[in-house]
């Protein structure tokens, strides 16, 4: 029988907390997930219409040290198996950061084991490499999440370069605003990608934003603002808004300005790979529009599966893998990072 623990095997054991997730994975040689163990608190923040640092940050500590421990039991590893450990210490809510970060830290300490800070955006590029076995840099890649919306051109392992980011909201951001507005609640994208199956994408005509200075650039705010005058204007002329059909032309207008930045950049850059990630990388509309665009112009398109699209530290595992063997170390000294911006150390 082959043994979960040969010599060679790098197991990386992972941490993640920079939002409202808090979760472990047990990773094997970069790839290979062993376990993915997810507490999402997406119930407790429901009730305020969002994430509210302070009980996120509380609720983690309740939970990380079960988390780590359910990570290990359920890939059969002890922490002595572990070959280094990572951990996402920023972009995210500081305190959130703060608790993976220490636990982190104390588990390196107390086992002897080397630590690798991981940036959150790069987790999410890599969560592309644990089904795609065969993908590897240089690609494409558009990130969005709900903080983050970036376009980035992988170059290698570790080596990003940003080429377009939003300049006000996130993607995800402007869902969960726009779900809000409509009544569909928290967290928006999952919402508004389930009713926008039932209605119809060209009812309504949102705005494509576009930004002058940087064609890459994103810019979500006005939609959002559209979005709220459409729903005042039906409101003051006692017209009943059919929900599924905002959802829809919302959903349509936010994934047409993705594609159209995304192929502008293949174009440019020659990517001949492209690759999407983050939360709202999990939008059925989004996946189906980026199929077709890159089946097209003949570039292979390379998704997560949901599970590795929103936040989860087996996507951490791989990148804290790949920096790991580029000998990247982080020192007791690692602190949290709220503002970290990708490639910085
Ligand atoms: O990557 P993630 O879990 O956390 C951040 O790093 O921000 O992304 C969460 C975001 C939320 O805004 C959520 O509404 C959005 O991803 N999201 C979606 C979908 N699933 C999650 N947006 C659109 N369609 C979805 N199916
Ligand atoms: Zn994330």
């Not at 890649?141 to 939003?166: A, P, Q, W």
């Amino acid at each position: 029988m082959e043994s979960i623990n040969n010599k060679e095997d790098v197991l990386i054991l992972a941490i993640e907390s920079s939002c409202d997730e808090t979760a472990a994975a047990v990773v094997k040689n970069g790839r290979e997930v062993l376990s993915n163990i997810i507490f999402s608190q997406i119930d407790l923040h429901t009730l305020y219409g969002g994430v509210v640092p302070e009980i996120a940050s509380r609720k983690h500590i309740e939970k990380i040290n079960q988390v780590i421990e359910q990570a290990l039991k359920e890939a059969g590893v002890t922490l002595d198996d572990i070959t280094a450990i990572a951990v996402t210490y920023g972009p995210g809510l500081v305190g959130a950061l703060l608790v993976g970060v220490s636990a982190a830290k104390a588990i390196a300490f107390a086992a002897g084991k080397p630590l690798v800070g991981v940036h959150h955006i790069e987790g999410h590029i890599c969560a592309n490499y644990i089904e795609n076995k065969e993908l590897e840099p240089p690609f494409g890649c558009l990130v969005v999440s709900g903080g983050h919306s970036h376009l980035v051109r992988v170059k290698d392992y570790g080596e990003y370069e940003i080429i377009g980011r939003t300049r006000d909201d996130a993607a995800g951001e402007a869902f969960d605003k726009v779900a809000r507005a409509i009544g569909l609640g928290y967290p928006g994208g999952p919402k508004i990608d389930k009713v926008s199956k039932e209605g119809n994408p060209d009812a309504i005509h949102f705005p494509r934003a576009k930004v002058d200075e940087n064609v890459y650039d994103f810019s979500f705010s006005g939609l959002k603002s559209a979005v709220l005058n459409y729903l005042n204007q039906c409101e003051m002329k006692g017209i009943q808004i059919v929900v599924p059909d905002v959802a829809a032309s919302f959903q349509k207008s936010v994934v047409d300005v993705l594609v159209e930045h995304s192929m502008q950049a293949i174009k440019e850059f020659g990517f001949k790979k492209f690759a999407i990630a983050g939360g709202v990388a999990s939008n059925s509309g989004l996946r189906a529009a980026f199929e077709d665009a890159c089946a097209k112009r003949k570039i292979e398109f390379y998704h997560p599966s949901p599970i590795f699209c929103t936040d989860n530290a087996a996507m951490i595992g791989v990148a804290g893998y790949y920096e790991y063997i580029k000998g990247v170390r982080s020192g007791m000294d690692l602190n949290a990072v709220p503002g970290l911006k990708l490639g910085e150390r």
